[in-house]
Nanobody
């Protein structure tokens, strides 16, 4: 079992920044691949970013590449998503997720555990 808790969401103006955190407990966090997804009202959950267990690699959706940065601190069992140059279309509930797999990370079905989500709202 892995428990994931997101924090750091909120309301920000376009062009602003937010940093999301995902605190993990349970099984060995340092051996898990971690990811961020988001879901806007009326839309399907979409991949945002993922990071390997050893911080050796990270991947991003094209829509956030160059603006968002995923990172993790295995000593603190925490993952982060630094979001800069936010746009109104980034408005969504953001979820963190974990998996033992290292491929097909853009697919939500690959992830085994999910947090409850944190709301990010970007005003024009």
């Amino acid at each position: 079992q892995v428990q994931l808790v997101e924090s750091g969401g909120g309301l920000v103006q376009a062009g602003g920044s937010l940093r999301l955190s995902c605190a993990a407990s349970g099984r060995t966090f340092s051996r898990l691949t971690m990811g961020w997804f988001r879901q806007a009202p009326g839309l399907e959950r979409e991949f945002v970013a993922a990071i390997s267990w050893n911080v050796g690699s990270a991947s991003y959706a094209d829509s956030v590449k160059g603006r968002f940065t995923i990172s993790r601190d295995n000593a603190k069992n925490t993952m982060y998503l630094q979001m800069n140059s936010l746009k109104p279309e980034d408005t969504a509930v953001y979820y963190c997720a974990s998996t033992h797999y290292s491929s097909d990370l853009v697919k939500s079905s690959v992830y085994e555990y999910w947090g409850q989500g944190t709301q990010v709202t970007v005003s024009p």
